[in-house]
């Protein structure tokens, strides 16, 4: 069993679109985090949420949103999309901060 | 806030060679750092994860390190093979909880050469 799965894998669209990247994880986690790696393959922290509360990154544009109907699962909603939002959006979880964080596969998305 | 830095950016060895692949850091503050690879168009493995109260850990052919005085952190493989190919990253959690999410240096991109 994959222990954080998103999908899609790959994701086509065309600029001013609105879509979602669904992720889940089977740990048991408490913590739930989207990243974005970049195409200079820079990893950098989008959102974490834990116990309904949500922190997020100041450079995180407000046309993204993640989304958490349960503890198994964080959505991310993206809003009028942007050719430079074009990247690979990772799921993570852990169970806290001190502990060993899992990813998911990615979500390559490209805006054209 | 926490600053990571990976040298060297690119390594490119024979198989069987033994190598270190570092990590440094700015705030000697931290929870934990934990290592992981990345395949070329695939997402992240974690390898290891060292606690604040740990100078090391191992797993198989893999041992990091950690001096939180110094601020670094060394990845060491020994007897590589070309399947170790992949870049390595090293990052640690951003803030006293974790809540934030972890820092990621620019990681190290590793070949091994048949």
């Known amino acids: 069993d994959t222990a954080v799965s998103q999908t899609p894998k790959y994701l086509v669209t065309q600029m001013g679109n609105d879509k979602s990247i669904k992720c889940e994880q089977n740990l048991g986690h408490d913590t739930m985090y989207w990243y974005k790696q970049d195409s200079k393959k820079f990893l950098k922290i989008m959102f974490s949420y834990n116990n309904k509360e949500l922190i997020i990154n100041e450079t995180v544009p407000n046309r993204f949103s993640p989304k958490s109907p349960d503890k198994a699962h964080l959505n991310l909603h993206i809003n009028s999309l942007e050719l430079g939002d074009s990247a690979v959006y990772f799921c993570?979880?852990?169970?806290?901060?001190?502990?060993?964080?899992?990813f998911g596969q990615g979500t390559r998305l490209t805006v054209v | 806030k926490q600053e990571v830095t990976q040298i060297p950016a690119a390594l490119s060895v024979p198989e069987g060679e033994n190598l270190v692949l570092n990590c440094s850091f700015t705030d000697s503050a931290i929870y934990n750092l934990q290592w992981f690879r990345q395949d070329p168009g695939k997402g992240l493995t974690s390898l290891l994860l060292?606690?604040?109260?740990?100078r090391e850990q191992t797993s198989g052919r893999l041992n990091a390190s950690l001096d939180k005085s110094s601020g670094r952190s060394t990845l060491y493989i020994a007897a590589s093979q070309p399947g170790d190919s992949a870049t390595y990253l090293c990052?640690?959690?951003?803030?006293?909880?974790?809540?934030?999410?972890?820092?990621f240096g620019k990681g190290t991109h590793l070949i091994i050469q048949p």
């Open positions: 990052a640690f959690p951003d803030s006293g909880g974790g809540a934030d999410g972890l820092t």
């Open positions: 993570a979880s852990s169970q806290d901060g001190a502990s060993e964080a899992f």
């Open positions: 060292i606690q604040s109260s740990q």
